[in-house]
Each structure stands twice: as structure tokens, then as C-alpha cells.
T-cell receptor, first 118, second 112 residues
Framework: AQKITQTQPGMFVQEKEAVTLDCTYD???????LFWYKQPSSGEMIFLIY??????QNATEGRYSLNFQKARKSANLVISASQLGDSAMYFC???????????????FGKGTKLSVKP | DGGITQSPKYLFRKEGQNVTLSCEQN?????MYWYRQDPGQGLRLIYY???????QKGDIAEGYSVSREKKESFPLTVTSAQKNPTAFYLC???????????FGQGTRLTVV
């Protein structure tokens, strides 16, 4: 079973508008972390934002915020005021702290390609 | 400069050859990882190491080998047993099993 599901293969957004990228996850581990990474066409993976399973508030980092709905097991990334440089692949990932099989390894979704239109 | 260095950036391999991808870090992180990325896909874990002289297989370890003789270095060898090695390879490190991982620039391997 997929642990991280990103249902949007591609998204378009107008420059300066906000966009939400969806991510749902599956785990029985009570302690886990959720991450979003950006991958531009050059290939490097850039860490954007982190949400811990016990965090009471949604994480925010500049124009990025994470809409964490624990009961629904969703961790959507919201990008406000989109810029042309935001065009890239975006990956949602999870780490389970106590699950022995995964031992804290990052598990990735298949990604969403975001295109920002001028 | 603190960071993760992968080399080479591009690598071409003839069928039947072994090749080694380099990953060096000066972040003083204990954990190191190798991921493979195919076009339009997410990252899949090949091998990981939580400590020097110890490493574990990931989800797709067949046809690959690693070593971890120094904290700073975690080279990946793609052997001739790997049937479809053409892919983008990413090395990552993290301080522990909880916080974020940091990635190198990647190596694009092509079999010719």
C-alpha cells in the first residue's frame, strides 16, 4: 500500500495567486514527521517545510504553509503569492520514528509538477 | 562551505561495467542515504547508513553495493547485476531519524 499519495500529477497557477498541493499519508506509527521538498529542473531537492505529528499548530515558512489535518491524514502544501520561480516538482515525504521496518527513512510520494503562468 | 558533494554530475557506463558514485558530506551528520529517481517518479531508497561501518538495504538494493568506512563518505557502486541502471541518483544526509534530510546535486547515470 502506498504510504504517501499525491493525486495531482500536474497543476497550473497564475502568478501571484495561491495554490494548494495535496498529500495524504498512511501510517499506524503515532510519531512521524511530514516534509515537503521542491525539485527544480536542475534536479536538486530543496527542503521547504516540516510538520511533526505532535505539533499543535500548522507549520509555516515564509510563503509556504502546511495544512495539517491529522484525523484525515492529510498534509497539503499551500504556496501563497506564486512566483515564476516556483515552477518545479513538489514532493511530499514522511518519516516514521518508531516503525522498525522504515527506521526513520524518508518515504516519498510521486510528486506534483507545478507550473506558474505569467 | 557545509554541504553534500556528489560526483560526477554525469556518468556514462557501458553495459557490463561497474561504476561508483561518490557522496561526501561535511555536515557531521550520522545518517546517509542513496535514492534512485526515474523520470516522472518519486524517490526510491537504495541503501542507508545510520552509523559508520553499518548500512542496510532499502527497497531496491539489488544490483547495488555501498560502504561506510568514514562518517563523511558513502559511495554507491552500481554493479553489472543492475538490469536497468539508467536513472538519476541522489545522496542525502540527516542529523537523526526525525529531522529533515539534505540532498546533494545528484548524479545522472546513463548506460550506453
Amino acid at each position: 500500500a502506498q504510504k504517501i499519495t499525491q493525486t495531482q500529477p500536474g497543476m497550473f497557477v497564475q502568478e501571484k495567486e495561491a495554490v494548494t498541493l495535496d498529500c495524504t499519508y498512511d501510517t499506524s506509527d503515532p510519531s512521524y514527521g511530514l516534509f515537503w521538498y521542491k525539485q527544480p529542473s536542475s534536479g536538486e531537492m530543496i527542503f521547504l517545510i516540516y510538520q511533526g505529528s505532535y505539533d499543535q499548530q500548522n507549520a509555516t515558512e515564509g510563503r509556504y504553509s502546511l495544512n495539517f489535518q491529522k484525523a484525515r491524514k492529510s498534509a497539503n502544501l499551500v504556496i501563497s503569492a506564486s512566483q515564476l520561480g516556483d515552477s518545479a516538482m513538489y514532493f511530499c515525504a514522511m518519516r516514521e520514528s518508531r516503525e522498525r521496518r522504515s527506521q526513520g527513512n524518508l518515504i516519498f510520494g510521486k510528486g506534483t509538477k507545478l507550473s506558474v503562468k505569467p | 562551505d557545509g554541504g553534500i558533494t556528489q560526483s560526477p554530475k554525469y556518468l556514462f557506463r557501458k553495459e557490463g561495467q561497474n561504476v561508483t558514485l561518490s557522496c561526501e558530506q561535511n555536515l557531521n551528520h550520522d545518517a546517509m542515504y542513496w535514492y534512485r529517481q526515474d523520470p516522472g517518479q518519486g524517490l526510491r531508497l537504495i541503501y542507508y547508513s545510520q552509523i559508520v561501518n553499518d548500512f542496510q538495504k532499502g527497497d531496491i538494493a539489488e544490483g547495488y553495493s555501498v560502504s561506510r568506512e568514514k562518517k563523511e563518505s558513502f559511495p554507491l557502486t552500481v554493479t553489472s547485476a543492475q538490469k536497468n541502471p539508467t536513472a538519476f541518483y541522489l545522496c542525502a544526509t540527516s542529523r537523526d531519524r526525525v529531522t529533515e534530510a539534505f540532498f546533494g546535486q545528484g548524479t545522472r547515470l546513463t548506460v550506453v
